[in-house]
């Protein structure tokens, strides 16, 4: 990066801090309600763990398809920005909101009728009635958080993180007592385990919702671009624009995520000690991967600026910027995973068997820490570009196509080597990621060697 001037380059990184910090805190504030869930539900008994795990299972990929669809508009609302076409926000934003409400609905249907696939995938039949009423309690909620998410995409463009982190806080400092009443039943509430979780984060979720309506209305930072729903802008055309961006980057992250939660059902019918291992091990790698992915956000906002003023100078630097600081999260989430793997477990739990096995797979877990850093920051960067149709079938190909078909054959076969158990999905977690790394690269090569338009 020797042709970039220093200066500008620290100021690039000042930028990107700023902005990615707030998502990073919003982002884990919003993975430690997974926590909690995690760690209050398995307090009742291992099974109403494995019942919240095998939940989350299905409905984090639900949430984060609706992520990656509306996340596309971050990247559009910035390069108008970059442009200084600021009538054209609070439109685009109609769009956006529109296209989420939508999408809450049916997610929220989508999560009432889980009972088939349940059956399908032979889940403990002990644990499906558990799994079935927390994921209709939490369904409530998915309006809500769509909402959210099509808010956060506004704020993001405009460069103003904050509410994303502040509003998560509160979200999740609310979750905790709520999680307490409905869980262990207080304030003459029946006591609904596990499944109390479900309703909690349904409240939280439209709690969020509330504060954000009322932040992006009032705060003075908004005052040039101020939304108002009247009159409600009704574009079919931007719509299908916004789609056709969005549902590839839904589809990106539904295919990374829904491979660790097929493997968690995979596991489900290894009991609930097993599953518990898994989903410590998923749980906290989690909660890592919001680093690198938030700075993936915020390199997709520097490089929509960039595009919509014409400066490619400061588009490459933005990238080379934002690389250079995901592969120093790689590095640092290596040691750490190696250093406490033994230490981690004992934060959800004090089962000797689920403590063991999460030990052992945090291991495995640290393998693909530099993979997963590159190619969520490539996937960031080309979101940049309103580039996501190639990146999906690119992505598809990697987690369905190498690290699903090789975790399998490790973990549950003998065709290679001697039936590895959980520890083969996870080797197959590493080589998926790995190709998608290098294949979200040498797209983003080509894409800076492009002309910018």
């Not at 479900?198 to 504060?211: E, N, S, Y």
């Amino acid at each position: 990066m020797s042709s970039v001037p220093r200066q500008l380059s620290r100021q690039e990184l000042s930028a990107q801090l700023k902005l990615a910090l707030p998502i990073f805190g919003g982002q884990l504030a919003q993975s430690a309600n997974g926590f909690v869930d995690t760690v209050m539900a398995g307090r009742v008994s291992a099974l109403d763990l494995a019942a919240v795990a095998v939940g989350a299972s299905i409905w984090v990929p639900v949430y984060l398809f609706m992520t990656g669809m509306l996340m596309s508009a971050t990247s559009v609302l910035a390069r108008h920005v970059g442009a200084k076409q600021l009538e054209r926000i609070n439109p685009l934003v109609h769009q956006v909101v529109t296209i989420a409400v939508v999408a809450g609905i049916l997610s929220a249907i989508l999560l009432c009728n889980t009972g088939p696939l349940l059956e399908f995938m032979d889940v403990d039949q002990t644990m499906r009635p558990l799994v079935v009423d927390y994921l209709i309690g939490l369904s409530w909620g998915m309006p809500g958080v769509a909402l959210v998410l099509a808010l956060r995409s506004y704020t993001e463009a405009l460069s103003h993180t904050r509410p994303v982190l502040w509003i998560s806080v509160i979200g999740l400092l609310v979750n905790i007592p709520i999680n307490y009443v409905l869980i262990y039943g207080k304030l003459g509430i029946p006591a609904m385990g596990g499944v109390g979780c479900g309703w909690a984060t349904a409240i939280v979720m439209w709690l969020m919702a509330a504060m954000m309506l009322v932040y992006v209305h009032r705060h003075r930072v908004y005052r040039n671009v101020r939304l108002s729903i009247s009159p409600w802008h009704w574009e079919p055309k931007t719509i299908a624009y916004l789609l056709k961006l969005g549902l590839p980057v839904g589809m990106t992250i539904f295919f990374e995520v829904s491979v660790f939660c097929i493997i968690a059902l995979f596991i489900s019918q290894a009991g609930a000690e097993i599953v518990a291992g898994h989903q410590l091990t998923l749980n906290f790698t989690s909660l890592v991967f919001m680093l690198p992915l938030s700075f993936a956000l915020a390199a997709t906002t520097r490089v929509g600026l960039a595009r919509g003023a014409r400066d490619p100078e400061g588009l490459l630097r933005a990238v080379k910027v934002s690389f250079k600081i995901t592969l120093c999260i790689g590095c640092s989430a290596i040691v750490v995973l190696v250093l406490l793997r033994n230490w981690i477990p004992l934060i959800y739990t004090d089962n000797a068997e689920v403590i063991a096995l999460a030990s052992y797979l945090l291991l495995f877990a640290a393998l693909y820490q530099i993979s997963d850093a590159i190619q969520v920051t490539a996937n960031g960067c080309l979101r940049g570009f309103e580039d996501t149709t190639i990146p999906m079938l690119l992505t598809l190909f990697a987690y369905w196509g190498v690290g699903l078909p090789l975790g399998y054959t490790l973990a549950m076969t003998n065709i290679l080597v001697p039936a590895m158990g959980p520890s083969g999905f996870w080797l197959g977690i590493f080589a998926g990621l790995s190709f998608a790394a290098l294949l979200l690269g040498l797209r983003l090569r080509w894409r800076l060697s492009q002309p910018l338009h």
